[in-house]
């Protein structure tokens, strides 16, 4: 049984191996992604049930436009797929969507569908999912110290004094209480056996607890996720100090 008191509040998943999923079986990689996809629609009904209040997915990273352009295109249509098959379960569920990442240069079908996603579960109290989607952490960044810039350069015209500190650039990230205002993520975990960040939440995740699973993400199920998260319930974290007893 997992405590729920020590649940993480918020769950980042890496969603690794579609290409090496479907490459085992001869499909083509768009296949993966698709299998990928029913993937995460388990872990999102699984993560609400369990009562975890933020989950991230890594759904496209800034780096991913190297890819193909079949592929790409392939996983943006993926995008319409979801919303029209599942809109109407996440808002069952009670689940808000948020986008990390600038998406308005997608295909114009999948920018239509993000919007009908957004706002149909604006109102939601249940999970938050995250969709990372066109996302890069640095690129995160970049942007957050452009905006803080446009706002320290005002104060300093009105004769302000000017500081800079890391709530500041924290809140100008897409998780930041400028934009979404998302927790840090306590747990991040990776799927595939690679273990990097490939510049998923790199600010953020400064104390996030990893865990790597060699599963391909089309195989992951509930039943790891839910284990995942139970041995998290038993990691001891320190943010740098030291646990009362030890003192
Ligand atoms: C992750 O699967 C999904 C995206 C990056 C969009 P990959 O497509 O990276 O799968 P592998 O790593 O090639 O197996
Ligand atoms: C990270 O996976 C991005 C997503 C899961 C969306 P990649 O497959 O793109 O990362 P690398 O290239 O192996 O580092
Ligand atoms: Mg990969």
Redesign the pocket.
Known sequence: MIDKNKLPVHVGII???????A?QRMLP?VM??NA?MEAMKKIVIAASNMGIKHLTV????TE?WKRSVE?VNG?FKLIVKYVNSELQELIDNNVHINILGEYDMLPQDSVEAIDKLLSSTAGDDGLTFNIALNYGGRDEIVKAVRALYEEKKNQEEQGVFIEITEDDISRYLYTGSANHDIPDPDLIIRT?G?ERMSNFLVWQAAYSELMFTDT??PDFTAEEFEQMVEKFTHRNRRFGGRKEEDK
Not at 15 to 21: K, T
Not at 58 to 61: G, H, M, R
């Open positions: 969603m690794d191996g579609n290409g090496r999923w490459k990689r993966g992604h990928g890594y759904a496209f990273s991913n592929e996983i595939s690679e391909l993400w």
